[in-house]
């Protein structure tokens, strides 16, 4: 366990020194294209979810729809079961 937590602490310690090295020989122009991707995800992720949120919603309203006709549907059964 002593072992995971150190090889996790020295791995983080890596990436925080490689960030820190490619930013002063690269300047801050990968981290602005990394953010711009990230922002256009980001959006894309957005914009999915309120489609799959419309969907849901008209699903629900279909449920809803069908257990009114069902229940329509029953009531007429039995009226015509008790005539």
């Given at each position: 366990?002593?072992?995971?937590?150190?090889r996790?602490?020295?791995?983080a310690?890596?990436?925080?020194?490689a960030?820190?090295?490619?930013?002063?020989?690269?300047?801050?122009?990968?981290?602005?294209?990394?953010?711009?991707?990230?922002?256009?995800?980001?959006?894309?992720?957005?914009k999915?979810?309120?489609?799959?949120?419309r969907?849901?919603?008209k699903?629900?309203?279909?449920?809803?729809?069908?257990?009114?006709?069902?229940?329509?549907?029953?009531?007429?059964k039995?009226?015509?079961?008790?005539?």
């Amino acid at each position: 366990m002593c072992k995971l937590i150190k090889r996790l602490i020295c791995i983080a310690l890596l990436l925080l020194i490689a960030g820190i090295i490619i930013a002063f020989l690269r300047g801050g122009e990968p981290f602005r294209k990394l953010g711009e991707k990230s922002e256009d995800i980001g959006k894309t992720i957005k914009k999915k979810s309120e489609e799959i949120a419309r969907e849901a919603d008209k699903l629900k309203q279909s449920k809803e729809i069908i257990q009114k006709q069902k229940k329509q549907i029953e009531q007429l059964k039995e009226k015509l079961i008790n005539e």
